[in-house]
């Protein structure tokens, strides 16, 4: 086991039968795919039927990095979980737009709160 790598791991838990996981970091390819399988998997596992995906640590977003978190979205989605990614910073919002990202192709909000009432359908 490479112990340096699973330090990079972001936590996963479950928050109100939700699927929750904050990035607080700048994602780079690995940490998306490893956040990917991990996302997944506990989605399964509890039959999640939501993820939040909490990216306000995010302060550098990539348009290739931004199309993995999609990727991500839409396998949840196939396995019957919404997903709603919280806290897009302005700033990144604006790069994405300038790099003629589809930033529609997420849900977003600007809370875990809102994000849960997303979830819930209100």
């Not at 928050?15 to 904050?22: D, I, L, R, T």
């Not at 991500?72 to 700033?91: D, E, S, W, Y």
Request: glycine share 8%; net charge negative; aromatic share 4%.
């Amino acid at each position: 086991m490479d112990f340096a790598n699973e330090e990079r791991r972001i936590p996963v838990s479950m928050v109100s039968g939700a699927v929750y996981a904050s990035i607080q970091l700048d994602p780079d390819t690995i940490l998306l795919q490893w956040l990917r399988e991990d996302l997944l998997n506990l989605t399964i596992k509890h039959s999640a039927k939501g993820v939040l995906l909490d990216v306000s640590g995010i302060t550098i977003l990539d348009g290739e990095s931004f199309i993995q978190i999609v990727n991500t979205t839409h396998m949840l989605k196939l396995i019957g979980a919404k997903t709603v990614v919280v806290g897009l910073r302005p700033g990144i919002i604006a790069g994405l737009c300038a790099l003629n990202v589809a930033l529609n192709a997420i849900d977003g909000a600007n809370s875990v709160a809102q994000a849960l009432e997303l979830l819930d359908g209100r």
